[in-house]
């Protein structure tokens, strides 16, 4: 009996202790009723796993993509590519376990290698006569082995996933898309963790937890490969011959960018720089082109609005003022000698296409519409037999000079001189005698003789000198077409200039601070066209400098050159910007944020398929000739 009490005793005793724990539980959580906590706030409305995607909200769609197989390149900072091109929409998570036992790595190296001579000799090859790519699997193991016998490399496991996000499902297909091409352009292979996707995003969360991922997906890595691995800020930005322009954003690095770096990293030198009022693109263009003037570029600026006048003293320019009413010493139809891999010629082709695209961009102006076949082929055979009533026939660079001596001490010496080019004044004279351009003819009267555009009308009298830095300045002409049809001019005439041989080698920069000037005529597209080809050929830069992308996508010259200019600074954008730069250039569009909240001097700048986020920066003392 007294047993049996006791453990009805017990019994209460311990119904009591529950009970008072669940009293003091209650008392305890009383003020932590209706409270969010930090998990709370960082885990997401919940966890939805399909196929291939999980949905995390409303608005946040994830896909988890695992490496199959990597790339045999292993620099730091390989994967930097990927990252640029889909920017926040991208992150992954490396799982890296040192392999402990070096005598087992030893074996199995040694085991691999033995299966690649047995392949071989099953194919009946013997030593020499293996495949070169089995040598060079061989060559590579056995140096890893010896490596690790000597103790100066180490062996990893390592597993690489991906997540790729979307605010929809749509976007998120289209950024999984961009992120497998990126991939394949590497022969990197990366497979989506089907139905697998719950144990994937765990294991690319911040904690030690790793999911049942199949083994499949863990890769052998040296010490050394595992650099491929690791972030480094995007270095390709910073050439090591570059203008000095600031930071990148994410690393604080220097950014040090060269547009003449040439292919495979960037095949042509054309810039355009895109921000709205206030958003810093004149500051950059003057920098651009001072720092460059100071690293030995030959810069031959355009001052349309009267912006450049502080940097005539700042890189020891000359001022060439044109005005209305004055000859300017400017001939469009000037030929030069040009060299292409060594080859010497002059391209009559080429200037041809120069004169014919501006008189059809003067018709379209004044005849409100663009030339015609038959005027056309006339302009074509005019122009051809001008420069072959001089001899100049072929694309021998002979033949634009004259054989011409003079007595000296040593004797008579044979000296050449160049011939006498024709000018508009001539072009028009020959129109006029064929009926199918004579109305062409009399609106030419304008630009020739005595007419109000005849700027031009002269032979060539500017003589170019190799860096010797020029500005032309247009703010006297407030016309825009006039304007515009002396930019045109003074461009045909440069791009003749500056691919003469003895310049060929000197980086040349032309920056242009009004790009929409490009933008108003449709057929100014093949003239840019061959300024890109020339430019890639000859060391020139051509830099647009413009306010509104809507400026571009609204024309065919406009999208010319969105598409040849392979670096682009794209500054603070206005929302409607923003929207249509995404749209036009396929950029994510987690950018359209970024380019609306950009403080002054912060771009993303695209060069090729890379993409980055700069703070272009000047000194104190530059502040007087970059601020307008």
């Keep these: 009996m007294k047993a049996s009490a006791f453990i009805v005793f017990l ?198 937890y790793i999911g049942s991922i199949p083994n499949k997906f863990k890769k052998n890595f040296s010490a050394m490969s595992l650099a491929g691995l690791l972030p480094e800020g995007l270095t390709d930005f910073n050439h090591p011959n570059g203008i000095p322009l600031g930071n990148i954003l994410n690393s604080n690095a220097p950014f040090k960018y060269d547009s003449f770096i040439g292919s495979p990293a960037l095949p042509n030198p054309m810039m355009l720089i895109l921000g709205n009022s206030g958003a810093g693109k004149s500051v950059l263009m003057k920098l651009i082109m001072s720092r460059g003037s100071a690293m030995g570029e030959w810069s031959i600026g355009f001052d349309l609005e009267g912006e450049l006048e502080k940097m005539v003293g700042r890189i020891g320019a000359e001022y060439i003022d044109i005005r209305a009413g004055e000859k300017t010493g400017i001939n469009p139809l000037d030929i030069e000698i040009e060299e292409y891999q060594g080859r010497k010629f002059i391209d009559i082709a080429g200037k041809v296409t120069e004169i014919r695209e501006l008189l059809n961009m003067f018709s379209e102006k004044f005849n409100n519409k663009s030339l015609t076949g038959k005027e056309i082929t006339r302009i074509e055979e005019v122009v051809r037999e001008l420069y072959s009533n001089r001899g100049i026939k072929t694309n021998d660079p002979d033949s634009i000079y004259l054989d011409s001596g003079s007595e000296t001490e040593q004797g008579y010496m044979l000296t050449k001189a ?52 020029i500005i032309f300045g247009l703010r006297n002409i407030t016309d825009n077409f006039t304007k515009f049809f002396s930019l045109m001019n003074i461009m045909t005439f440069l791009w003749a200039k500056l691919s003469r041989d003895e310049f060929k080698d000197i980086e040349k920069r032309v920056p242009i601070d009004e790009g929409w000037y490009f933008t108003q005529y449709e057929h100014i597209s093949s003239m840019l066209e061959s300024l890109d080809r020339r430019g890639r050929k000859y060391k020139i830069s051509l830099v647009i ?84």
């Design 418 to 469: 160049k011939k006498k080019m024709p000018i508009l004044s001539d072009v028009k004279n020959e129109l006029e005698k064929y009926d199918e351009t004579k109305d062409l003819a009399l609106i030419m009267r304008m630009i020739t003789g005595e007419g109000s555009l005849a700027i031009f009308d002269c032979e060539t009298k500017i003589e170019l000198k190799a860096g010797r830095n």
């Design 545 to 628: 400098g413009s306010q509104l992308i809507e400026e571009f996508i609204t024309s065919k010259s406009g999208k010319v050159i969105l598409s040849i200019a392979e670096t682009k600074f794209i500054l603070r954008q206005s929302e409607v910007s923003a929207k249509e730069l995404i749209k036009e250039l396929g950029l994510p569009q987690s950018y359209a944020t970024y380019l609306q909240n950009f403080d002054p001097g912060q771009a993303i700048v695209m060069s090729g398929n890379k993409k980055v986020a700069v703070q272009i920066k000047y000194y104190e003392f530059e502040r007087e000739f970059v601020e307008t």
């Design 11 to 208: 019994m209460k005793v311990i119904e009591k202790i529950k009970s008072r724990k669940k009293q003091v539980r209650h008392e305890d959580n009383f003020l932590l009723e209706g409270t969010v906590g930090n998990m709370d706030l960082i885990s997401p409305d919940g966890v939805l796993e399909y196929d291939d995607y999980i949905k995390l909200s409303y608005d946040k769609f994830v896909r988890i993509f695992s490496v199959l197989e990597f790339s045999h390149e292993d620099y730091v900072g390989y994967f930097n590519y990927i990252y640029s091109e889909l920017g926040e929409d991208i992150d992954s998570v490396d799982i890296i376990e040192p392999v402990t036992n070096n005598s087992r790595a030893i074996d199995v190296l040694t085991k691999e290698i033995s299966i690649v001579k047995s392949n071989e000799i099953r194919k009946g090859n013997s030593g020499a006569d293996f495949d070169q790519g089995a040598l060079q699997v061989i060559e590579d193991l056995d140096n890893l082995r010896k490596r690790i016998q000597l103790g100066k490399e180490k062996l990893f496991y390592v597993r690489k996933i991906f997540r790729i996000w979307g605010r929809t499902r749509e976007e998120l297909d289209t950024n999984s898309r961009k992120f497998k091409e990126k991939c394949d352009e590497r022969s990197i292979i990366v497979k989506v963790l089907l139905m697998n996707q719950s144990e994937g995003y765990k294991s690319s969360m911040m904690t030690p």
